[in-house]
């Protein structure tokens, strides 16, 4: 049984170029499981996703990274795709905004290259972790633990491989995201 996710506000970070499917079919998870779903990104207006091997659906904004405040949020999905976060890596409010998310305990799901972000903010260090194989040198480097499953959860912290992986992705995305804020590792203020 899927737990319930009712009451809880979820940020999708994301920008031109996701991978169309890691973002959609997450969220609709996460909104079939009664979650309240709100698209981030660098601009207002639409994004525009990465099929495979062309540009695929758009989606609407629903406020800008400068506007968004991780107070609001109970938990971020951050896509993957290549250009996706390649491009949110090198803006300092996407990787403030991320980094009060890993600072503060809440859950953080991403996915295939998704963890490239993570990277910026500090927080992959002593932590296991997977990604699309191309990542995997500069989470090591950065001092995750990388392994080559579909899902990993590390308190909190739920990375996947690729699209395929999608389904057990969500599953503990959802999972993770219900319970809530993890408070267990040194250094995170859960006042924040």
């Not at 996710?5 to 969220?27: C, M, Q, R, V, Y």
């Not at 699309?132 to 633990?145: E, H, I, R, W």
């Not at 959860?153 to 993890?182: C, Q, W, Y």
Request: net charge neutral; glycine share 8%; with cysteine.
């Amino acid at each position: 049984m899927t737990p319930s996710l009712k009451g809880k506000n979820i940020a999708i970070l994301a920008t031109d170029g996701f991978e169309e499917s890691e973002l959609f079919e997450p969220k609709k998870a996460l909104d079939d499981a009664g979650a309240k779903t709100t698209v981030i990104s660098l601009k207002e207006g639409e994004i525009k996703g990465w099929a495979k091997t062309d540009w695929g659906k758009s989606i609407k904004v629903d406020l800008t990274v400068e506007k968004a405040r991780p107070d609001d949020y109970d938990g971020l999905l951050l896509p993957g795709g290549v250009m996706n976060p390649d491009k949110l890596r090198k803006e300092s409010k996407a990787v403030e905004f991320t980094k009060k998310f890993a600072d503060s305990g809440k859950p953080i799901a991403a996915i295939c290259h998704g963890p490239q972000l993570l990277i910026e903010t500090g927080m992959v260090k002593g932590r296991r972790m997977t990604s699309y194989p191309s990542v995997k040198t500069d989470l090591k480097n950065a001092g995750a633990t990388w392994e080559d499953k579909e899902v990993i959860t590390d308190n909190g912290l739920v990375t996947s491989r690729k699209p395929e992986d999608i389904p057990a992705f969500n599953r503990k995305m959802i999972e993770e995201f219900a319970e809530g804020r993890h408070i267990q590792r040194p250094g995170i203020d859960a006042s924040i």
